[in-house]
């Protein structure tokens, strides 16, 4: 077979004669049928995509005068007849004299096809779909295929090609009343789930739901408004119509201006391109762009659920209406696939393969391009109407550090539309939040100290404390967090973030004044075995800080840097070996709180294991981190106490 192909390669020009396609390979249609059987399905959307080009053509014309007099109501039909084993795609478009579908169909369709095979030789990763196959895709599913035509040209008469699947072919002069071409595929044995209604349905909905012509398929009952009733009067029976089934809507969102459009358009076109989804979008964004290159299309922000890899809705790509895919890596920046809409351009390359889309220098602009649409509308929504904007901030706020960490242009963006949460849900941007904190919140070495908490409810007494002081502490709750907060250290010059619990509350943001130790060094060096006693030293490092005495007599801390590390590697990104690494906490004691001179003074070695045990587990317990028989046992000690 493989040499079949190749031989069949290199013929470069299909030559016709009389009646034969004249290629060295015997018989090429297997080998393609074969290759192709992946994306089978495409063939109906080349054909629709065909007859609808044939009448955007005829009107062309007419509008040029060229097609002279009245064309009428143009559309296409999709019929179905399972008794003959036959699927017809009928228009009513410019339709093609005997010639034409020698030149057309014959020679140029099936050259499409060589190039196919040829570009198959260098394993374009399987988006056959986009080879452009056109008109020769028929014979993925047919035996059989049939172009019954007549052309829009006065005098014309009506031609028949009939050709079985092998390079002979039968042209013939045959009556045709009307304007328009036939295309009738017999479908053979293994394809004829494609004469099935539902099949039929599926894969016109996929790809031909936005085609700019009528795509009819069958009828359907529709029932007509009750007219009105006089009282006494009994309402008669709903009167039923039968009308045409039009698949498709001709004139979607995307290519309509946006001046033309309200809210309550776009949430219904949603609903059209998702018709299973059930939440409305946060707010869109409408693409229209006709220089360097032509792009139009609708994006819209979702609401996030929060498995984000379960993602069913996907941007969908067109060309001129047509669907082409739904994979648009590569062409929309990493951070928006997670938004919803459409894409419409015919400058993407489609019929090349993936990498190759990828180093493209269109696709490249179109990328960054979309890039700063999204950026410009989210500053506009943050500018205009800043209540609204935070209120779907918690919605939104993922994409958006997403990007923002992703895509230097962005993030420079960002700076006008990245809000700040506070844990009173306060809303800041950046120099707003730099501005408030700024006297308060500088360390001795002239830093600002940016205080978060990733868990209010948790973090709470540690909280309290900041804001016994005057601090404010933010909400960073996302995975990107720790990301986030390295990046912007890098940008921002003098700032640093400390998670609330990275260490007690006056190294925190350290000032220069020091509090003097009640303790003496022996004293704790006598205290501190005392300490590791009770606690797992692999876990916990015990050490003693001067702290202030209303401060609670042992804390826990953990150190943001090593935090941090161990979270990115989570999320994936810079870390090294971290997120490998076992949980580590110091454990940190007041050496002037009344407590812990209590502990050292007593001289029962029993009790005052008890004391230090007890101590220690009320500052796991108030972290969170006090389980299991630890608890347990914590309980049941603490009822011992104060029976
Ligand atoms: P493409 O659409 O990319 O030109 P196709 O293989 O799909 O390639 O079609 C080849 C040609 O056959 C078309 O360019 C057109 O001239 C002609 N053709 C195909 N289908 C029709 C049709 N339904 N009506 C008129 N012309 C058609
Ligand atoms: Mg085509």
């Known amino acids: 077979m ?259 459009l309200k809210d309550e358009d776009y949430k219904s076109f949603y609903r059209e391109l998702y018709p299973m989804s059930f939440e409305e979008p946060l707010f869109h964004i409408h693409l229209n762009v006709d220089y360097p290159f032509n792009l139009t299309g609708v994006l819209y922000f979702p609401k996030l659920s929060h498995n984000m890899e379960v993602q069913k809705n996907k941007i969908q790509l067109y060309c001129n209406q047509v669907f082409v895919t739904d994979q648009v890596e590569g062409i929309v920046p990493d951070f928006l696939t997670l938004l919803h809409g459409v894409i419409d351009s015919p400058d993407i390359p489609l019929n090349v393969s993936r990498s190759y889309l990828q180093s493209d220098q269109n696709v490249k602009k179109i990328s960054s391009h979309i890039t700063k649409k999204v950026a410009d509308k989210l500053k506009q929504l943050a500018t205009k109407d800043r209540e609204e904007f935070q209120k779907k901030w918690d919605d939104i706020k993922v994409f958006i550090e997403f990007g923002l960490l992703s895509d230097e242009k962005f993030a420079e963006k960002a700076k006008k539309f990245m809000l700040y949460k506070n844990v009173k849900e306060e809303f800041f941007l950046i120099d707003e939040y730099l501005e408030k904190i700024k006297v308060t919140q500088e360390n001795k070495d002239k830093k600002t100290v940016i205080l978060y908490t990733h868990d209010a409810e948790a973090h709470h007494s540690a909280i309290a404390k900041a804001e016994e002081r005057g601090y404010d502490v933010l909400v960073m709750d996302t995975a990107l967090s720790s990301h986030l907060a390295n990046k912007l250290e890098q940008d921002l010059t003098d700032v640093t973030f400390a998670r609330i619990d990275s260490d007690t509350i006056d190294k925190l943001i350290a000032k220069d004044e020091e509090i003097p130790s009640k303790l003496s060094k022996e004293e704790e060096e006598k205290l501190k075995p005392v300490i590791e006693g009770v606690v797992n030293t692999q876990t916990y490092t015990v050490q003693f800080e001067s702290l202030s005495e209303q401060d609670a007599p042992i804390q826990i801390t953990q150190s943001e840097f090593m935090r941090r590390m161990v979270e990115m590697q989570r999320v994936g990104g810079q870390g090294g070996m971290m997120g490998n690494f076992p949980e580590s906490y110091n454990l940190v004691v007041n050496s002037n709180h009344p407590l812990v001179g209590k502990i050292l003074k007593e001289d029962d070695s029993e009790t005052q294991q008890k004391l230090a045990k007890q101590a220690a587990d009320l500052a796991l317990l108030s972290v969170g981190l006090l389980k299991g028989k630890e608890l347990t046992d914590f309980v049941n000690r603490s009822i011992e106490i104060i029976e």
């Open 2 to 260: 493989a040499l079949q192909l190749i031989s069949w390669c290199q013929t470069k020009y299909l030559k016709m004669a009389q009646g034969n396609i004249n290629v060295q390979a015997e018989n090429i249609f297997p080998i393609i049928k074969q290759f192709l059987y992946s994306d089978q399905e495409i063939f109906l959307r080349e054909l629709v995509s065909n007859a609808v080009d044939a009448c955007k053509k005829l009107q062309a014309l007419s509008s040029m005068g060229e097609a002279k007099g009245d064309i009428g109501e143009l559309q296409v039909e999709v019929i179905a007849d399972k008794k003959a084993k036959t699927l017809t795609i009928r228009d009513n478009g410019l339709g093609m004299t005997g010639e034409e579908i020698e030149k057309y169909i014959a020679q140029i369709a099936f050259s499409g096809a060589e190039e196919f095979v040829q570009k198959y030789e260098d394993k374009a990763d399987g988006i056959i779909g986009h080879f452009g196959l056109g008109f020769f895709s028929a014979f993925m599913v047919a035996d059989k295929v049939e172009v019954y035509s007549k052309s829009y040209q006065k005098g014309a008469s009506g031609a028949r090609w009939i050709c079985e699947g092998s390079t002979d072919y039968e042209l013939t002069e045959e009556e045709k009343e009307t304007r328009g071409t036939d295309i009738v595929l017999h479908i053979s044995k293994d394809s004829k789930d494609y004469l099935e209604e539902h099949k039929i349905s599926e894969l016109l909905s996929k790809y031909c739901k936005f085609l700019p012509v009528d795509v009819k398929f069958g009828t359907k009952e529709e029932t007509l408004p009750a007219p009105e009733v006089k009282e006494g009067e009994e309402a008669p029976e709903p009167e039923k119509i039968t009308v045409d089934n039009i698949i498709n809507n001709s004139s979607p969102a995307w290519t309509k201006a946006p001046a033309d």
